[in-house]
């Protein structure tokens, strides 16, 4: 089940946003044309991932500037992983699936 989470040009013009899916803070980010879904509260400091920035087709977290794969969530470095969301984008608006994809701690 896909649900309508944003305007894709909406998105293009911060790089980030978050939304709300269901009961849940949702970062989204657009990286090299790619839309990526994370969970907004990072799991290190539980600080929010949208106020974070894009470096390098990474997201910094602004707790303590660890950087997650947008894509896989994995913290570089880390022992960490960040969980996602599955992302479609049809006719310029974004959908999230509400059920966070199954993530592995990092190895």
């Not at 269901?22 to 290190?44: N, P, S, T």
């Not at 539980?46 to 470096?55: A, F, K, N, Q």
């Not at 479609?88 to 990092?106: L, M, N, Y």
């Amino acid at each position: 089940m896909w649900v309508y989470a944003a305007e894709l040009a909406e998105l293009a013009r911060r790089k980030k946003k978050r939304v709300t899916i269901g009961e849940d803070a949702v970062a989204l980010f657009l990286v090299d044309g790619e839309v990526y879904a994370l969970a907004d509260v990072c799991v290190h400091k539980g600080r929010s991932l949208s106020r974070g920035t894009l470096w390098r087709a990474s997201v910094i977290c602004p707790g303590h500037q660890w950087a997650f794969d947008p894509e896989t969530g994995r913290a570089e470095d880390q022992d960490a992983c960040q969980p996602t969301y599955a992302v479609e984008v049809r006719d310029g608006k974004v959908f999230v699936d509400p059920v966070q994809r199954v993530t592995s701690e990092a190895t």
